[in-house]
């Protein structure tokens, strides 16, 4: 799933690509994918990108005052083209869900993989009309992201801090992967309670996220869009490499697997050597 980094790189390559061009038109080919009716996604032709931006996991193409939000989902993706065909693609059951034609010919597609379709797609007058960005919590990346805003969102929180970061109510931009990544950094183990956390925890945790997410931005910069994944998956340090040597320390990087995903983490980094119990088998070790 594309996280905060990655969405961040496409932000920054659509910035260069698309701002002051005119959206000639747009070819919906998964009606599903589109979330809204007014405005038409019709209404979107003739106007010129002004500006693009994120919102948490969320991209956002202001169009002369519309704003075309893209949500990529689970499995879901933005490919761009130097030229795009003209002819329109008939719906089908293939991966393309959106096609946006630009006026010098280029442009790009939605497409989505799988079965389970979960790609988004707004066409809003205001960003805030889309449900899943007013009710984001704070971007940890912003300037009000501090360690005292971390301490007030972790005091009294008897979940787990796996959950926490993963929670787009609580922090935006945070998924799976970069979850499983800020906490090898912090050296903390997912199933710690996030109320029990010190200030010194506290502290050290910000610093992860913060320097986790630059990292990977840093990584991505000057990327093209088709690139992105690549350079997320060589970036990860223990997501998604169970079985492998922890880069750190070198103690086997161990998995535990839930109905629909997995989180990676390091036992000697993470949980004093511990591993931790797959939870679909028996209790926790904290």
């Known amino acids: ?4 980094p990655e969405v961040e790189a496409l932000a920054a390559f ?4 698309a701002v002051g061009r ?3 038109r747009i070819d919906v080919l998964a009606i599903s994918a589109l979330k809204t009716y007014d405005p038409p996604v019709t209404a ?10 994120r919102h948490g996991k969320f991209l956002d193409l202001d169009v002369d005052g519309i704003h075309l939000v893209i949500h990529l989902a689970r499995a879901g ?8 065909p003209a002819k329109p693609v008939r719906p089908g059951k293939g991966p393309l869900a959106l096609r946006v034609h630009l006026d010098d010919g280029s442009g790009f597609d939605l497409t989505e993989a799988g079965t389970k379709k979960g790609l988004a797609v707004y066409v809003v007058r205001d960003p805030a009309d889309v449900p899943g960005i007013s009710a984001l919590g704070p971007d940890p990346l912003s300037d009000g992201f501090t360690v005292a805003t971390l301490q007030e969102i972790v005091g009294g929180r008897r979940t787990q801090i796996k959950g926490l970061l993963r929670d787009q109510r609580i922090i935006a931009g945070i998924g799976n992967a970069y979850s499983d ?7 903390m ?14 502290a050290a945790l910000h610093g992860s996220i913060v320097a986790t997410l630059k990292d990977a931005i840093d990584r991505s910069s000057g990327l093209a869009a088709g690139d992105l994944k690549a350079e997320k998956k060589l970036g990860l340090r223990v997501h998604g490499r169970a079985g492998e040597k922890c880069p750190v320390c070198g103690d086997t990087i161990r998995e ?10 390091c036992p000697a980094c993470q949980t004093g050597g511990k591993p931790l119990a797959d939870r679909r088998l028996s209790r926790l070790l904290k």
Do not use: C, N
């Open 14 to 17: 659509l910035r260069e690509r």
């Open 1 to 4: 799933m594309p996280e905060l």
């Open 256 to 265: 535990v697997s839930f109905a629909d995903s997995a989180l990676q983490y």
């Open 44 to 53: 979107l032709g003739g106007l010129a990108v002004t500006a693009v931006g």
């Open 77 to 84: 993706w933005l490919r761009w083209k130097e030229e795009i």
């Open 181 to 187: 990544e800020v906490l090898h950094v912090a050296k």
């Open 22 to 24: 005119v959206i000639a």
């Open 189 to 202: 183990s997912p199933f710690k309670v996030a109320a029990t956390l010190t200030e010194e925890e506290v």
